[in-house]
């Protein structure tokens, strides 16, 4: 049974499939080319996560092991070990993951190996959904009346016993990964908001549609305070399966938490995420659209995108959200909105810029709603509003930080009492910085009007 982003073991279909065989489950990971690849904190929180995941499984009576190198040559060489007859893994939809998957499943079962893949990292195979004209859908709203009322399957549980090989293969240690490596300081800082494993991502669920859910409709927008689900930790690496969360949404909704129906909304929107990366595997790395490959944007590490990066370009809602993601790992959704409007639009640079930067910051990097959401935000992805849609960050700030409590959480430079998380900022970030509290908080480097006419004039004067 191989592990990847599937780290639980409740509605699992591949883990159920390989218990029900009645025959030795040997759980595995494998650190392959995909996690070498992996940014820095998505990396370190795979780390974590595998590792939780074996001391899950010795819970249960099995064990984890440990293997580096090629996939399909661990493979291989684990079942010459082991005799094992059956490989069976749960399904991933990046372009790279597919390439690899094909290769290892038509091999083995040409060495006459029973390779199988299974869903649960959806809810809905992205295949599956078509327009009435056959083809992919390209616009949210259309796609999420095509699956709303779609049966969602129920979720399975736990499997009840795991059957061990006589004799258990070795493993390496995972420690000697050092998956930490690119974290540095930073990891000390982001650990005490990780809520790591399966049981961490039950809880969460359960608290957030008892006392959160029934506000989440208007509450999710306010980011100093905590009323949304902040589930995307463990979805990203299946800690927890829509199948779980959408069942328990459709629950609240039925006892009438109105703001349930927007969870649901924000789930399926994963799921379009997800649909447009396998019908259109360009938008990971190519703009969506392909009419802006000609648009100038700015690509290069200039002054005014390493204070983005440092969150110092006198924006306070944009610092405030770019610290927020160095402290936790995460950013509120409406931080991620403005940050990476502030940068396609009023810094007019590159969206691939910032989605390279929260690849290599975000513990809940997901690299279909990473790729989404930046195109989206540039006006280069897929999106009924009109490309002209800049968000002022200032007019966000007063209306969703009316009284500054998100600004005051995470800024610390000129206060006199800066709050305990303003100042981890300046433990987590790299010491190159040079950074302290005691600086003086910078002028905007570029106002928000002054951005958004530029960003106007730039798009008005292209043949879109």
């Known amino acids: 049974m191989w592990f990847r982003r599937d780290l639980r073991l409740s509605d699992h279909p591949a883990l159920k499939a390989a218990c029900d065989s009645g025959r030795p489950v040997i759980p595995l990971v494998i650190r392959d080319q995909s996690v070498d690849d992996l940014g820095a904190a998505?990396?370190?929180?795979?780390?974590?996560?595998?590792?939780?995941?074996?001391?899950?499984?010795?819970?249960?009576?099995?064990?984890?092991?440990?293997?580096?190198g090629q996939a399909l040559t661990v493979l291989q060489k684990l079942i010459d070990e082991t005799g094992a007859g059956a490989v069976y893994w749960s399904r991933l939809y990046d372009p790279q993951a597919v390439?690899?998957?094909?290769?290892?499943?038509?091999?083995?079962?040409?060495?006459?190996?029973?390779?199988?893949?299974?869903?649960?990292?959806?809810?809905?195979?992205?295949?599956?959904?078509?327009?009435?004209?056959?083809?992919?859908?390209?616009?949210?709203?259309?796609?999420?009346?095509?699956?709303?009322?779609?049966?969602?399957?129920?979720?399975?549980?736990?499997?009840?016993?795991?059957?061990?090989?006589?004799?258990?293969?070795?493993?390496?240690?995972?420690?000697?990964?050092?998956?930490?490596?690119?974290?540095?300081?930073?990891?000390?800082?982001?650990?005490?908001?990780?809520?790591?494993?399966?049981?961490?991502?039950?809880?969460?669920?359960?608290a957030f549609m008892a006392s959160k859910v029934a506000t989440y409709d208007a509450g999710r927008d306010i980011p100093a305070e905590d009323r949304t689900s902040n589930?995307?930790?463990?979805?990203?690496?299946?800690?927890?399966?829509?199948?779980?969360?959408?069942?328990?949404?459709?629950?609240?909704?039925?006892e009438g938490k109105a703001g349930a129906g927007t969870f649901l909304k924000e789930l399926v929107w994963r799921e379009f995420a997800y649909h447009l990366m396998h019908h259109t595997p360009r938008i990971l790395d190519?703009?969506?659209?392909?009419?802006?490959?000609?648009?100038?944007?700015?690509?290069?590490?200039?002054?005014?995108?390493?204070?983005?990066?440092?969150?110092?370009?006198?924006?306070?809602?944009?610092?405030?959200?770019?610290?927020?993601?160095?402290?936790?790992?995460?950013?509120?959704?409406?931080g991620r909105m403005i940050v990476a409007s502030y940068l396609c639009k009023h810094l007019m640079t590159h969206w691939k810029v910032g989605q390279a930067w929260f690849d290599d910051c975000l513990i809940d990097w997901d690299p279909a709603a990473n790729?989404?959401?930046?195109?989206?935000?540039?006006?280069?992805?897929?999106?009924?509003?009109?490309y002209f849609r800049v968000f002022n960050p200032v007019t966000q700030l007063d209306k969703f930080d009316k009284n500054r409590d998100?600004?005051?959480?995470?800024?610390?430079?000129?206060?006199?009492?800066?709050?305990?998380?303003?100042?981890?900022?300046?433990?987590?970030?790299p010491r190159a910085w040079n950074l302290s509290p005691d600086d003086t908080y910078p002028h905007p480097i570029v106002p928000a009007d002054a951005g958004r006419k530029r960003a106007l004039s730039a798009y008005e004067n292209r043949d879109f």
Not at 239 to 251: D, F, Y
Not at 296 to 306: K, L, S
Not at 371 to 386: E, L
């Open 42 to 68: 998505p990396k370190w929180r795979w780390g974590l996560g595998v590792e939780h995941l074996a001391q899950a499984l010795e819970g249960k009576g099995s064990r984890l092991i440990f293997r580096s």
């Open 406 to 429: 998100y600004v005051s959480q995470w800024i610390a430079e000129d206060r006199r009492n800066p709050a305990d998380a303003a100042l981890s900022y300046f433990k987590a970030i």
């Open 286 to 334: 190519q703009n969506w659209k392909e009419d802006w490959d000609s648009f100038p944007w700015n690509t290069d590490e200039t002054a005014q995108v390493t204070a983005w990066k440092q969150g110092r370009t006198g924006i306070q809602f944009v610092d405030a959200a770019m610290r927020e993601m160095y402290v936790t790992g995460r950013m509120h959704n409406r």
């Open 371 to 386: 790729a989404m959401g930046w195109q989206w935000s540039a006006g280069s992805g897929p999106d009924a509003t009109p």
């Open 231 to 254: 589930l995307s930790e463990n979805l990203a690496l299946g800690e927890i399966s829509p199948h779980q969360c959408w069942h328990a949404g459709v629950r609240a909704l039925n």
């Open 99 to 206: 390439d690899r998957d094909s290769t290892i499943k038509a091999t083995l079962k040409d060495q006459g190996v029973d390779a199988r893949s299974y869903g649960g990292h959806l809810m809905f195979e992205p295949w599956t959904t078509e327009t009435k004209t056959g083809g992919f859908y390209k616009v949210y709203t259309p796609f999420w009346r095509s699956v709303k009322n779609r049966e969602v399957d129920a979720p399975l549980s736990t499997p009840g016993g795991f059957s061990a090989p006589d004799t258990w293969p070795a493993s390496e240690d995972p420690g000697d990964w050092n998956l930490r490596a690119g974290m540095n300081r930073g990891a000390e800082v982001v650990r005490p908001y990780v809520r790591l494993g399966e049981s961490a991502a039950q809880s969460r669920l359960g």
